[in-house]
Protein backbone atom coordinates (compact mmCIF):
# COMPACT_ATOMS: atom_id res chain seq x y z
CA UNK A 1 0.00 0.00 0.00
CA UNK A 2 1.50 3.45 -1.26
CA UNK A 3 1.77 5.80 1.78
CA UNK A 4 -1.29 8.53 1.92
CA UNK A 5 -0.21 11.50 -0.11
CA UNK A 6 -1.64 14.97 -2.02
CA UNK A 7 -1.26 14.57 -6.15
CA UNK A 8 -0.86 17.71 -8.00
CA UNK A 9 -0.97 17.99 -11.47
CA UNK A 10 -1.85 20.38 -14.34
CA UNK A 11 -4.60 18.75 -16.47
CA UNK A 12 -4.88 22.03 -18.81
CA UNK A 13 -2.63 24.65 -19.21
CA UNK A 14 -4.46 27.18 -16.60
CA UNK A 15 -6.29 24.96 -14.37
CA UNK A 16 -4.19 23.55 -11.11
CA UNK A 17 -5.67 19.85 -9.89
CA UNK A 18 -4.99 18.86 -5.88
CA UNK A 19 -6.01 15.31 -5.64
CA UNK A 20 -6.35 13.86 -1.46
CA UNK A 21 -5.41 10.01 -1.73
CA UNK A 22 -4.96 8.57 2.06
CA UNK A 23 -7.38 5.62 1.67
CA UNK A 24 -10.11 4.67 3.15
CA UNK A 25 -11.86 7.89 3.97
CA UNK A 26 -8.82 10.68 2.73
CA UNK A 27 -8.26 12.17 6.14
CA UNK A 28 -6.11 15.34 6.13
CA UNK A 29 -3.24 14.80 8.74
CA UNK A 30 -0.62 16.91 9.36
CA UNK A 31 1.67 15.28 6.83
CA UNK A 32 -0.59 16.03 4.02
CA UNK A 33 -2.05 18.99 5.29
CA UNK A 34 1.70 19.81 4.75
CA UNK A 35 1.48 19.14 1.47
CA UNK A 36 -1.42 20.13 0.55
CA UNK A 37 -0.53 23.94 2.25
CA UNK A 38 3.38 24.00 0.03
CA UNK A 39 0.85 23.26 -3.72
CA UNK A 40 -1.26 26.42 -2.28
CA UNK A 41 2.13 28.46 -2.21
CA UNK A 42 3.42 26.91 -5.30
CA UNK A 43 -0.40 28.13 -7.55
CA UNK A 44 0.30 31.78 -5.08
CA UNK A 45 3.37 32.28 -6.92
CA UNK A 46 2.09 30.63 -10.45
CA UNK A 47 0.39 33.64 -12.46
CA UNK A 48 -0.15 30.58 -14.92
CA UNK A 49 -2.77 29.37 -12.96
CA UNK A 50 -6.14 30.49 -13.06
CA UNK A 51 -8.25 27.56 -11.31
CA UNK A 52 -7.91 24.97 -9.05
CA UNK A 53 -9.74 21.69 -8.83
CA UNK A 54 -10.18 19.99 -5.33
CA UNK A 55 -11.21 16.12 -5.43
CA UNK A 56 -10.58 12.60 -3.74
CA UNK A 57 -9.82 10.11 -4.81
CA UNK A 58 -11.23 6.24 -4.17
CA UNK A 59 -14.87 6.44 -2.64
CA UNK A 60 -14.51 9.91 0.16
CA UNK A 61 -14.13 13.46 -1.01
CA UNK A 62 -12.16 14.09 2.06
CA UNK A 63 -13.25 13.27 5.81
CA UNK A 64 -11.54 15.99 7.53
CA UNK A 65 -8.59 16.42 10.28
CA UNK A 66 -6.84 13.10 11.04
CA UNK A 67 -8.97 12.25 14.06
CA UNK A 68 -6.79 9.12 15.17
CA UNK A 69 -3.38 11.18 14.95
CA UNK A 70 -5.65 14.13 16.80
CA UNK A 71 -6.15 11.72 19.76
CA UNK A 72 -2.33 10.63 19.63
CA UNK A 73 -1.25 14.36 19.41
CA UNK A 74 -3.90 15.76 22.14
CA UNK A 75 -1.55 16.27 24.93
CA UNK A 76 0.87 17.65 22.88
CA UNK A 77 -0.87 20.94 21.30
CA UNK A 78 -0.91 21.47 17.16
CA UNK A 79 1.58 23.77 15.25
CA UNK A 80 -0.63 26.62 13.80
CA UNK A 81 0.88 26.76 10.80
CA UNK A 82 -0.11 23.17 10.39
CA UNK A 83 -3.54 23.61 11.95
CA UNK A 84 -6.55 22.22 9.80
CA UNK A 85 -8.41 25.76 10.41
CA UNK A 86 -5.09 27.51 8.58
CA UNK A 87 -5.91 25.21 5.76
CA UNK A 88 -9.21 25.97 5.01
CA UNK A 89 -8.62 29.61 5.39
CA UNK A 90 -5.88 29.31 2.70
CA UNK A 91 -8.32 27.31 0.13
CA UNK A 92 -10.77 30.46 0.87
CA UNK A 93 -8.04 33.36 0.19
CA UNK A 94 -6.19 31.42 -2.44
CA UNK A 95 -5.42 34.19 -5.45
CA UNK A 96 -7.52 32.23 -7.90
CA UNK A 97 -10.98 30.30 -7.87
CA UNK A 98 -11.45 26.60 -6.54
CA UNK A 99 -13.19 24.01 -7.55
CA UNK A 100 -14.48 21.32 -5.24
CA UNK A 101 -15.38 18.50 -7.31
CA UNK A 102 -16.94 16.21 -4.63
CA UNK A 103 -16.64 12.03 -5.60
CA UNK A 104 -17.98 10.66 -2.34
CA UNK A 105 -17.74 10.96 1.32
CA UNK A 106 -17.68 14.61 2.38
CA UNK A 107 -17.45 14.52 5.88
CA UNK A 108 -17.30 16.54 8.84
CA UNK A 109 -13.89 18.77 8.02
CA UNK A 110 -14.37 17.37 4.82
CA UNK A 111 -17.73 19.27 3.72
CA UNK A 112 -16.30 22.34 5.76
CA UNK A 113 -13.64 21.99 3.15
CA UNK A 114 -16.15 22.17 -0.21
CA UNK A 115 -17.48 25.03 1.96
CA UNK A 116 -13.91 26.67 1.93
CA UNK A 117 -13.88 26.13 -2.45
CA UNK A 118 -16.08 28.98 -4.58
CA UNK A 119 -18.01 26.83 -6.23
CA UNK A 120 -19.02 23.06 -5.47
CA UNK A 121 -19.97 19.94 -8.08
CA UNK A 122 -20.69 16.39 -7.30
CA UNK A 123 -21.47 12.64 -8.29
CA UNK A 124 -24.71 11.62 -8.06
CA UNK A 125 -23.36 9.27 -5.39
CA UNK A 126 -21.84 12.02 -2.56
CA UNK A 127 -22.60 12.20 0.32
CA UNK A 128 -22.89 14.76 2.89
CA UNK A 129 -21.85 14.76 6.66
CA UNK A 130 -21.95 17.63 9.72
CA UNK A 131 -20.56 15.11 11.81
CA UNK A 132 -18.82 17.33 14.47
CA UNK A 133 -22.14 16.56 16.65
CA UNK A 134 -21.74 13.05 15.85
CA UNK A 135 -18.11 13.36 17.58
CA UNK A 136 -18.44 16.27 20.34
CA UNK A 137 -17.39 18.98 18.18
CA UNK A 138 -18.86 21.97 16.56
CA UNK A 139 -17.98 22.63 12.52
CA UNK A 140 -19.35 24.18 9.93
CA UNK A 141 -21.84 26.46 12.24
CA UNK A 142 -20.57 29.66 10.49
CA UNK A 143 -19.69 28.74 6.88
CA UNK A 144 -22.71 26.75 6.10
CA UNK A 145 -25.62 28.77 7.41
CA UNK A 146 -24.37 31.67 5.36
CA UNK A 147 -24.19 29.67 2.35
CA UNK A 148 -27.77 28.08 2.27
CA UNK A 149 -29.76 29.37 4.92
CA UNK A 150 -29.71 29.11 8.44
CA UNK A 151 -33.37 26.59 8.55
CA UNK A 152 -31.41 24.08 5.97
CA UNK A 153 -28.21 24.55 7.55
CA UNK A 154 -29.36 23.29 11.12
CA UNK A 155 -30.71 20.10 9.77
CA UNK A 156 -27.82 18.99 8.30
CA UNK A 157 -25.87 20.57 11.31
CA UNK A 158 -27.94 19.11 14.39
CA UNK A 159 -28.68 15.79 13.15
CA UNK A 160 -25.29 14.83 11.82
CA UNK A 161 -27.07 13.30 9.53
CA UNK A 162 -26.15 11.96 5.46
CA UNK A 163 -27.46 13.69 2.80
CA UNK A 164 -27.46 13.14 -0.64
CA UNK A 165 -25.93 15.16 -3.47
CA UNK A 166 -29.45 15.94 -4.90
CA UNK A 167 -30.63 16.91 -1.54
CA UNK A 168 -27.88 19.41 -1.06
CA UNK A 169 -28.45 20.64 -4.20
CA UNK A 170 -31.96 21.98 -3.37
CA UNK A 171 -30.30 23.40 -0.27
CA UNK A 172 -27.55 25.48 -2.26
CA UNK A 173 -25.07 23.91 -1.39
CA UNK A 174 -23.95 22.61 -5.05
CA UNK A 175 -24.41 23.70 -8.21
CA UNK A 176 -24.70 21.05 -9.98
CA UNK A 177 -24.34 17.03 -9.74
CA UNK A 178 -23.27 15.19 -12.52
CA UNK A 179 -22.53 11.42 -12.43
CA UNK A 180 -19.76 9.71 -11.11
CA UNK A 181 -17.83 9.07 -14.20
CA UNK A 182 -18.51 12.85 -15.88
CA UNK A 183 -17.71 14.24 -12.57
CA UNK A 184 -13.64 14.93 -13.97
CA UNK A 185 -14.60 16.20 -17.01
CA UNK A 186 -17.22 18.31 -15.80
CA UNK A 187 -14.91 20.20 -13.67
CA UNK A 188 -12.73 20.26 -16.00
CA UNK A 189 -15.05 22.10 -18.07
CA UNK A 190 -15.91 24.17 -15.67
CA UNK A 191 -12.69 25.05 -14.84
CA UNK A 192 -11.18 25.71 -17.98
CA UNK A 193 -13.85 28.43 -18.86
CA UNK A 194 -13.46 30.44 -15.38
CA UNK A 195 -9.46 30.20 -16.38
CA UNK A 196 -10.33 31.48 -20.23
CA UNK A 197 -11.66 34.60 -18.41
CA UNK A 198 -10.11 37.56 -17.96
CA UNK A 199 -7.85 36.45 -14.38
CA UNK A 200 -7.12 39.68 -13.23
CA UNK A 201 -11.30 40.57 -13.34
CA UNK A 202 -12.00 36.60 -11.86
CA UNK A 203 -9.31 37.11 -8.97
CA UNK A 204 -11.00 40.93 -8.34
CA UNK A 205 -14.50 39.34 -8.80
CA UNK A 206 -13.61 36.40 -6.89
CA UNK A 207 -12.34 39.14 -3.54
CA UNK A 208 -15.55 41.35 -3.90
CA UNK A 209 -17.97 38.23 -4.16
CA UNK A 210 -16.01 36.70 -0.98
CA UNK A 211 -16.84 39.55 1.29
CA UNK A 212 -19.93 40.76 0.01
CA UNK A 213 -22.44 39.39 2.01
CA UNK A 214 -20.30 41.12 5.29
CA UNK A 215 -20.11 44.21 3.54
CA UNK A 216 -23.46 47.73 3.62
CA UNK A 217 -23.93 48.94 0.20
CA UNK A 218 -21.62 52.07 0.84
CA UNK A 219 -18.75 49.42 1.09
CA UNK A 220 -19.78 47.22 -1.30
CA UNK A 221 -19.74 50.30 -3.61
CA UNK A 222 -15.78 51.62 -2.96
CA UNK A 223 -14.76 47.90 -3.18
CA UNK A 224 -16.10 47.50 -6.90
CA UNK A 225 -15.31 51.27 -7.81
CA UNK A 226 -11.38 50.65 -6.54
CA UNK A 227 -11.44 47.37 -8.39
CA UNK A 228 -13.08 48.63 -11.45
CA UNK A 229 -10.69 51.50 -11.79
CA UNK A 230 -7.65 48.62 -11.54
CA UNK A 231 -9.30 46.53 -14.58
CA UNK A 232 -9.95 49.40 -16.88
CA UNK A 233 -6.98 50.26 -17.00
CA UNK A 234 -5.74 47.18 -17.42
CA UNK A 235 -4.41 45.62 -20.93
CA UNK A 236 -6.45 42.58 -20.89
CA UNK A 237 -9.53 45.30 -20.92
CA UNK A 238 -8.14 46.59 -23.92
CA UNK A 239 -7.35 43.07 -25.32
CA UNK A 240 -11.04 42.25 -24.42
CA UNK A 241 -12.45 45.21 -26.73
CA UNK A 242 -9.80 44.81 -29.89
CA UNK A 243 -10.63 41.11 -29.58
CA UNK A 244 -14.90 41.95 -29.77
CA UNK A 245 -14.11 44.85 -32.52
CA UNK A 246 -12.22 42.05 -34.60
CA UNK A 247 -14.56 39.57 -33.82
CA UNK A 248 -12.07 37.21 -32.49
CA UNK A 249 -11.61 35.51 -29.31
CA UNK A 250 -9.45 37.55 -26.57
CA UNK A 251 -5.84 36.23 -25.80
CA UNK A 252 -5.20 37.25 -21.81
CA UNK A 253 -2.08 37.89 -20.00
CA UNK A 254 -3.21 38.99 -16.63
CA UNK A 255 -1.64 42.31 -17.17
Known sequence: MTAPTIHF?????????????APPS?????????????????????DAIRAVIVTGRGKSFCSGDDLKEREAARSGGEDPAL?????????????????????????GGGL??????????????AQFVCA??????IASAYRLPRLIGVGPAKHMLLTGSPFDAA?????????????????HEASLMLADRIATRAPLSVEATKRVASRAIDLDRDEAARALAQEFQSLIKSADHAEALAAFREKRPPQFRRN
Open 132 to 137: AVNVGL
Open 112 to 125: ELTLCCDIRIAATD
Open 26 to 46: NALGRELRRQFLSHLDAIERD
Open 83 to 107: SFATLLERIENLRVPVIAAVNGWAV
Open 167 to 183: TVQRFGLVTEVVPSDKL
Open 9 to 21: SMPATHTALIEVD
